[in-house]
């Protein structure tokens, strides 16, 4: 499932899983700008890019991601949209955006706040949770339309819950167990089902980056240096270690996933070749029933990759400034194909 956002300059597009949700509209995203607040800035107002992100499982909701216009370079993310689909053309929920400026222009908030993370529950109408830089988790049920979420307000979670702020953030099982991450590699498994009282609390590694599967119970947790932790969020017990080798020094690590089921992991690396311009360029695959690891290189030299969108059959990874990406089959062994695909 894609959407599009098409300007004379950028194309962006937003992935969703396997599920009917027959939206078939254009939407215009609006035009938003955020004031400098920072001292002996420019006074003016700088404009910030509606960027779709993601689908909810259901399909019903999409979240945007409110980013400077060099994204690719700056990527703080100063707020939320959400789109429903029985919204009209000029509808959206955003608590970060207030005041209306000239027709069809809106401003953000005017504050030092950033969404560090979020994650939507499955259902027909999600909890969106999201956690900022300032500490603060803030819950969204999202209903059929942005004037009813609206309406229904948002909640703030327990602070007790959470150990500093929270960085890394997924549902698992379906939608039924939240998973917060912190920089020093505290875990909380909190249960929507219960008021989000806590469960587990872990100690992991310090994460660079964190995935969660979200049809099964596990956590991966992968740090700067390569190494990873598979934990069993329903049970609180380490599953699974490994690390990424055969591939030299770590110099960054772009982006994790973990497939739905909980099979795979893959992660994103920079090509390990000198360059001041580092990019998305390699995939590292890591098959939990058999142990195997492989990678492949996807990225042709001119596109930009960051992030990975994963089901139980294909790796998808969209180009940054391009309708399109690549698409990766599964498999076991490194005999899986993939392709560029332009939509």
């Known amino acids: 499932m894609v959407v599009r956002r098409l300007t004379l300059q950028v194309m962006d597009c937003a992935m969703g899983g396997d599920v009917y949700a027959p939206w078939n509209k254009v939407k215009e995203l609006p035009n938003v700008t955020r004031p400098n607040i920072q001292r002996d800035a420019d006074p003016r107002q700088r404009r910030i890019m509606v960027i779709p992100n993601q689908f909810s499982p259901e399909g019903h909701h999409l979240v945007c991601r409110l980013q400077d216009v060099n994204y690719h370079r700056n990527k703080d993310c100063f707020g939320l949209m959400v789109v429903c689909q029985e919204d009209g053309n000029d509808q959206w929920y955003c608590p970060e955006i207030t005041n209306l400026l000239p027709p069809f222009t809106w401003s953000i908030i005017q504050d030092d706040r950033r969404v560090m993370d979020y994650a939507i529950s499955a259902g027909n109408e999600p909890d969106l949770v999201v956690s900022y830089n300032c500490g603060e988790i803030w819950i969204t049920t999202l209903k059929k339309s942005s004037a009813e979420t609206i309406a229904g307000g948002r909640r703030l979670l327990d602070m007790d819950l959470v150990e500093g702020p929270v960085t890394n953030m997924g549902f698992a099982c379906h939608g039924t167990l939240l998973v917060t991450a912190t920089h020093t590699g505290y875990i909380r498994v909190l249960d929507k089902r219960d008021s989000y009282k806590v469960t587990w609390?872990?100690?992991?590694?310090?994460?660079?980056?964190?995935?969660?599967?979200?049809?099964?119970?596990?956590?991966?947790?992968?740090?700067?240096?390569?190494?990873?932790?598979?934990?069993?969020?329903?049970?609180?017990?380490?599953?699974?270690?490994?690390?990424?080798?055969?591939?030299?020094?770590?110099?960054?690590?772009?982006?994790?996933?973990?497939?739905?089921?909980?099979?795979?992991?893959?992660?994103?690396?920079?090509?390990?070749?000198?360059?001041?311009?580092?990019?998305?360029?390699?995939?590292?695959?890591?098959?939990?029933?058999?142990?195997?690891?492989?990678?492949?290189?996807?990225?042709?030299?001119?596109?930009?990759?960051?992030?990975?969108?994963?089901?139980?059959?294909?790796?998808?990874?969209?180009?940054?400034?391009?309708?399109?990406?690549?698409?990766?089959?599964?498999?076991?062994?490194?005999?899986?194909s993939y392709e560029c695909i332009m939509i």
Not at 218 to 228: D, H, K, P, T
Request: aromatic share 14%; net charge neutral.
């Open 201 to 336: 609390t872990l100690q992991t590694l310090r994460p660079a980056v964190v995935s969660v599967s979200t049809e099964n119970n596990l956590i991966a947790v992968c740090n700067e240096r390569g190494y990873i932790e598979i934990w069993d969020v329903v049970t609180g017990t380490l599953g699974y270690e490994t690390e990424i080798v055969d591939f030299g020094l770590v110099e960054g690590i772009f982006d994790m996933a973990m497939s739905p089921n909980g099979q795979y992991v893959v992660v994103m690396l920079p090509n390990p070749n000198p360059n001041p311009y580092k990019k998305g360029n390699f995939l590292w695959f890591y098959h939990l029933p058999s142990g195997n690891t492989y990678f492949t290189g996807v990225c042709r030299p001119w596109d930009y990759l960051d992030k990975l969108f994963f089901d139980n059959k294909f790796v998808r990874v969209p180009i940054i400034g391009v309708i399109g990406g690549y698409r990766l089959k599964m498999g076991p062994n490194k005999s899986q």
